[in-house]
């Protein structure tokens, strides 16, 4: 049975003053110039301006190991024996290695780039029997089974999705996962990389409840 704090009228009234920021950041957003859904994918898997190269993302900093570490935490609220989990954009592996060593072996994982997986498979032999499909989450999620992984989460990906696919990309997460979606994902930054938009509304048009936001990470569960 899972031990996930429930959202208060306090939470809920705190996300509801969120969606208003959140829609004003999507206003701005519309003003800014961004590329079209190919060159952004091209861009995740080849950066070209110096940034978000994988092998700062093995070391993450205070901010980074702090997530994974609220993630590992959210898992084991989850409360599911051995769950099959996906993890939508692994980057260099931070994340699943926190998992494995946590105990949680039943991992497959998507990734867009390359270098990315070379980073992770060189630095993390504990994973050598996780899958990882490389390629972008809008065509590998259509692989996929419905009801394929217990949980399905992301963590600083969604956020990256171009929106002509980002409905597309949650309507496949939906659909794969059997119970949990855990999403911690920024809705309030804009630049031409980042759109700012509601998942708590996005996952329920898919058929999952919000259970409550927590440190940045909200929590879905599939309505049966």
């Known amino acids: 049975m899972e031990r996930i704090q429930k959202e208060t009228f306090k939470l809920k009234f705190i996300d509801f003053l969120r969606h208003g920021y959140i829609f004003l950041k999507y206003v701005q957003n519309q003003f800014i110039n961004h590329r079209n859904v190919q060159d952004t994918q091209q861009y995740w898997i080849s950066p070209d301006n110096g940034q978000n190269n994988p092998i700062l993302y093995l070391d993450g900093g205070k901010k980074g190991f702090k997530r994974t570490e609220e993630l590992v935490k959210r898992m084991e609220e989850l409360d599911l024996k051995n769950p099959k989990i996906l993890e939508i954009g692994c980057n260099a592996g931070r994340n699943l290695n926190a998992l494995h060593e946590a105990g949680y072996t039943n991992l497959t994982a998507i990734e867009i780039s390359d270098k990315a997986v070379q980073v992770l498979r060189q630095n993390y032999p504990r994973l050598k029997d996780v899958e990882i499909k490389i390629g972008a989450a809008e065509e590998l999620l259509t692989e996929f ?8 989460y992301t963590m600083a990906v969604l956020q990256h999705i171009h929106p002509k696919s ?10 794969v996962s059997k119970s949990f979606c855990l999403i911690h994902e920024c809705e309030t930054h804009a ?6 938009r509601s998942y708590r509304l996005g996952f329920m048009k898919f058929g ?3 259970i409550v936001r927590l440190n940045s990470t909200r929590i879905f569960k599939k309505i049966n």
């Open 166 to 175: 980002i409905d597309r990309v949650i309507s496949n997460i939906c659909r």
């Open 208 to 210: 999952f409840n919000h």
């Open 191 to 196: 630049e031409w990389k980042h759109f700012p």
């Open 145 to 152: 089974d419905d009801n394929s992984f217990d949980i399905v």
